[in-house]
């Protein structure tokens, strides 16, 4: 039996998770879930469930929870970000999920990594601001990293087991990141200052939560992935090509000296990443449905408009310039989503606010952790600044 923790548990990976874990009851045991404020979903899934321990991310939160389940007397309920930390170190979790959307997310993913366990890393997002401190510890206190994001699971599976000792050496010549282009791959650009957060948040093929959605029909979604992959599979940005595939059925690529290309396919359904991570090196049923390629019949692929999607010419910028250009990018990223579906700001201003942060807040090359969380803060405040003096 192995004991997992799921960090975010109430959000659109979490619930995924829940599925698949659901269908191995003989495998794995739900020790820990957590949220932000979402108590009753929180509630629901305890009652569902049966964790030993639930926390929320503040203590008032954690009160309303405690008082809706005093009929669950082996329930342990905390709140605060020290017990998130807490929760995803204890020494009774072999495997956490790491599902916290955003930055938020970085010090109980980096507590598993410490803490040596398997990580299934959803929160793209601690990798973006600080991937080369967070690839060292994972190396450093001997964790075991495992791809959720589709794409990079796709490229896990299609590496050589080997594949840490060096992609050149293993005869690998590009990584073909594939993304669907969002819900406006094929809008006019004339129409893009008027896209409501509900357009933007109608993803054609996956069902995601509301900061990733709107990340994807920005792109910035590719531009966080390019990082990722860069992180992950320790390739230069230049390595890895990014291709649209409308039809989301290749998850991604992964080309090799020889002219082979190996691609990953499935129905979009987070359910078959996670089983993967999960069960691996096992296969383990996840409950999405066989693929029918001749039901799908077409696969089609273009390239990439960095004139329509600005976000993935900052992204690889951000990755170029390298330091903390990355939490840079990603802070100001997270607050001008978040104008945006508060309907603060167009959505063409989320890529304008996020350039214009990255000429004015002076990155640097550091891998202290205080110097990172220092700039992702700037950042945040300058681009919150910029929105208010509109
Ligand atoms: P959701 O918005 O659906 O869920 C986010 C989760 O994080 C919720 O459980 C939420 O709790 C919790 N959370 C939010 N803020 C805080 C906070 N301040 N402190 C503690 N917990 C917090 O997001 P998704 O599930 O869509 O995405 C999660 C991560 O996975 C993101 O990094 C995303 O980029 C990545 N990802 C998602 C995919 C998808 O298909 N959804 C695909 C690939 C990657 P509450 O519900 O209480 O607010």
Redesign the pocket.
């Known amino acids: 039996m192995k004991a997992v923790c799921i ?8 619930q ?1 998770t829940l599925d698949v874990l659901s269908r191995h009851q003989d495998q794995y045991q739900l020790y820990a879930v ?5 108590v009753d ?2 509630a629901e899934i305890c009652r569902r469930y049966s964790p030993q321990v639930a926390v ?2 503040d203590a008032e ?1 954690a009160s309303l929870l405690q008082a809706q389940l005093t009929d669950l007397p082996h329930l342990q309920v905390l709140g605060g ?1 020290q017990a ?1 930390g807490e929760v995803s170190a204890a020494a009774e979790v072999d495997v956490v999920m790491a ?4 930055a ?2 970085l010090m109980p993913t980096l507590s598993a990594v410490r803490a040596g366990k398997r990580v299934l890393l ?4 601690a990798l973006v601001m600080a991937g080369h401190l967070f690839m060292h510890e994972v190396s450093k206190f001997n964790a075991e990293l495992l791809p ?3 794409e990079h699971n796709a490229i896990f599976q299609c590496l050589p087991g080997n594949y840490p000792s060096g992609l050149k050496q293993n005869g690998v010549t590009k990584i073909l990141l594939t993304g669907s282009g969002g819900p406006f791959r094929e809008t006019p650009l004339e129409q893009f200052s008027s896209i409501t957060p509900e357009q933007a948040i109608a993803h054609p093929n ?8 709107v ?1 994807s029909a920005t792109m910035m ?1 590719k531009g ?1 992935e390019l990082i990722e992959a860069c992180w992950l599979f320790d390739v230069p940005h230049y390595d890895v090509d990014i291709v649209l595939h409308p039809q989301s059925i290749i998850h991604s690529m992964v080309a090799y000296s020889d002219g082979s290309v190996l691609a990953q396919m499935g129905l979009p359904d ?1 359910r078959t990443p996670i089983a993967n991570a999960l069960g691996w090196p096992d296969r383990i049923v996840s409950g999405v449905e066989p693929l029918d390629l001749v039901q799908v019949s077409q696969l089609n692929f273009e390239q990439a408009d960095e004139n329509r999607f600005p976000c993935l010419r900052l992204a690889r910028q951000a990755v170029e310039q390298g330091g903390t250009s990355m939490a840079i990018l990603n802070a100001a990223n997270e607050i001008a989503v978040q104008a945006f579906l508060q309907r603060d700001i167009a959505f063409t201003q989320i890529a304008e606010l996020i350039e214009n942060t990255m000429n004015h807040v002076q990155s640097r090359q550091t891998d202290n952790l205080q110097e990172i969380l220092q700039d992702d803060r700037k950042a945040r405040t300058y681009t919150q600044q910029t929105i208010l003096n509109g």
């Open positions: 960090l975010g548990a109430t959000g659109s990976i979490g995924s957590t949220a932000n404020t979402q979903k929180m929320m991310a939160s970000e998130l599902a916290i959307v955003g938020v997310g959803a929160n793209k997002e959720i994001d589709s996956w069902s995601m939560g509301p900061k990733i959605s990340d979604n966080l987070m």
